[in-house]
């Protein structure tokens, strides 16, 4: 039963950071400008450092994910998951955030490194981090149905549960969960941990200097995890090509919309493209798939020869243009021209995969039935933030049942030490 718990925790760990501000030591991450006028990317910068600064606000996130026609569901299901809530920083939890920022901006993985020598910048995050917020599951009639049959678990079509973090400690209501698992049942509906305590704990145990060894370690090579060679120099080549989000700033393309009304202000719409075929067809993705398909010969113990290997390639770069023609990768996002805060935005993912699903399926010759005319996913983030440093009274729920660390199994980090 704790198990369980401790990975709702978890997830709910990584819910609470999905909603920090997108763009919160005096220094900032540098925002993508493009070719922008040193007007509007002075407008950019001002509006990252305002985010970072927030001492408080209101946000609703919803990501969303619309499939039509994919092999082995039904024809049209869609998901949405909704974050809605109030955020707090203390000072000490902004410049936290503000410095992993910072670190992320130049490559992900170098924040969990940042963790491994430093926990301190996570304790700080939640320990001056208060929060309130409603997590919303909303799921199709098909994707219940196809639970339903395939994993005999009946799942209601909307799921909501609340969760808080108040001085360090973690609470989360399982009122609604309890139908679901039935070992929940002799619990209080609302459960705590002192999350703050368990992360001081794992640093106690070396549990983050760990994981940040491991990440060190195959980025230079050096074998890690019992992967062989050939993985680990697609670790290294993917960390090339996708870990430095200023690498795919030449496949980007930026642009100031027209203005519109935020009510007492204007705000300010900037619109962001990603060249999908531009990247597919570079050098660094190349080399990605390159190695994925000397893995895949591999593991299949076939004896194909690197030039059937990069045949295989140069077909794959030579259908590429009809293959990701229909890919759109975009994003948009609202700044008050008065208060420079980012007030909405909203990405999409949105990819046309019947010529991809057609050629798999002639090629590989497997039966995936009668294929629909239009096989697509689309892939939406959408975010609305408001009440800007406005006070937030959050309090703990009375009546919280306080789980045990020693009980509460923390393998999700605990494994790589």
Known sequence: MLKRVSILFLTALLVLSSALPAFATNEIPEPFC?????EDCELLHASTAAMFDLASYTTAVRYSVYQHGLPELPLESEAAFLVEGQYAFSEAARDAIRTLAVISRQEPLAAVEAIGESPALLIDLYSGMTADLALTL???ESWTRTLEDEADLEWPEVTTVHMRLVEGVLYFDIRELKPLFPELEEMNDWVAIELVRALQQLAD??????????????????SVWGLEPATLNLITTMRSAFGRPQTLWPYMEISRRR???????AGAVFRTEFDVLGFILSREFR???????????ASD?????????????????FLAPSLFRDLEVSGASTIGLDDLYQHSGKTVFDWDLTAL??????????????????????FT??????????????????????????????EGLREFN
């Open 287 to 297: 080399n990605v798939i390159t190695q994925v398909l000397q893995i895949a010969a």
């Open 259 to 265: 203005d519109v009304s935020l009510g007492e202000q």
């Open 138 to 140: 909303d799921l199709s």
């Open 301 to 317: 113990e076939s004896d194909m020869a690197q030039e059937e290997i990069e045949q295989i390639a140069g077909i794959f770069w």
């Open 357 to 378: 699903i057609q050629m798999i399926s002639g090629l590989s010759g497997e039966d995936f039935g009668d294929l629909a005319d239009e096989i697509f996913i689309l």
């Open 381 to 410: 983030t959408e975010f609305e933030n408001s009440a800007f440093n406005e006070e937030a009274s959050i309090a703990a729920p009375e009546d919280a049942q306080l789980l045990p660390l020693d009980g509460l199994e923390m």
């Open 205 to 222: 145990e070396g549990a983050f200097a760990s994981i940040a060894a491991d990440v060190a370690a195959s980025s230079e090579g050096r």
């Open 34 to 38: 493009g070719d922008l006028d040193d």
